[in-house]
């Protein structure tokens, strides 16, 4: 999916939001946490069709249970309630709010070319220095080229707090809101 140097239109950019979010869509409404989203877990067919890859790291919520533990996921993508809160063990508490987090991340890599919080000067940085920019610091802004909508969906997906995070579901609701606002909101 990273192919830097590409910039992407908003109206494609959508494309990518819907058919990546129908998946997580129907994943959450199971139950179930990808738990590794990342550029590398998604992948493109020759007519531009989204494919959601790896499950390897997938888990099903207990019924009654809205999170699961477990090791794993990709740091630079894990959102800031699994950093801040693991355990002695090193497991990560995971809902499906942080699935919609990293989804964020790479979509952000995506439209800016960069990560929302490192950029390409920033090699060899401590585990804390990871962690502390993704708990603690706003994430960069967008380029302005991109148009409103597309900026503060992406805004909302990286909300620090999970409970108040947009839901795939949510995405879905607003798509075919932000497809025609597109072009108005520049």
């Known amino acids: 999916m990273k192919n830097f140097g590409t910039e992407i239109s908003d109206a494609k950019a959508f494309e990518i939001i819907k058919q990546v979010t ?25 007519d531009f069709r989204v494919k959601l890859s790896d499950f390897g790291l997938t888990r099903k919520l207990q019924e009654g249970r809205g999170y699961i533990t477990h090791h794993g996921g990709t740091t630079f993508y894990l959102a800031p309630e699994l950093l801040h809160g693991q355990s002695a063990h090193g497991k990560r508490t995971k809902t499906i ?20 919080f490192f950029d390409s000067n920033d090699i060899d940085l401590s585990p804390l220095e990871i962690y502390h920019r993704i708990i603690d610091e706003e994430p960069a802004e967008l380029p302005d080229h991109y148009s409103n909508n ?10 620090k707090d ?22 108005e909101n520049k």
């Open 22 to 46: 129908l998946a997580l869509n129907q994943l959450h409404m199971n139950e179930i946490i990808h738990g590794d989203i990342k550029p590398e877990n998604i992948l493109f067919t020759k």
């Open 97 to 116: 709010a942080s699935d919609i987090w990293s989804f964020g991340i790479l979509l952000f890599e995506l439209l800016a070319q960069k990560h929302p």
């Open 150 to 159: 597309l900026k503060n969906l992406i805004k909302q997906m990286l909300i």
């Open 162 to 183: 999970a409970a108040c995070r947009i839901t795939a579901k949510a995405i879905l609701v607003d798509h075919d809101v932000a497809v025609i606002q597109t072009n």
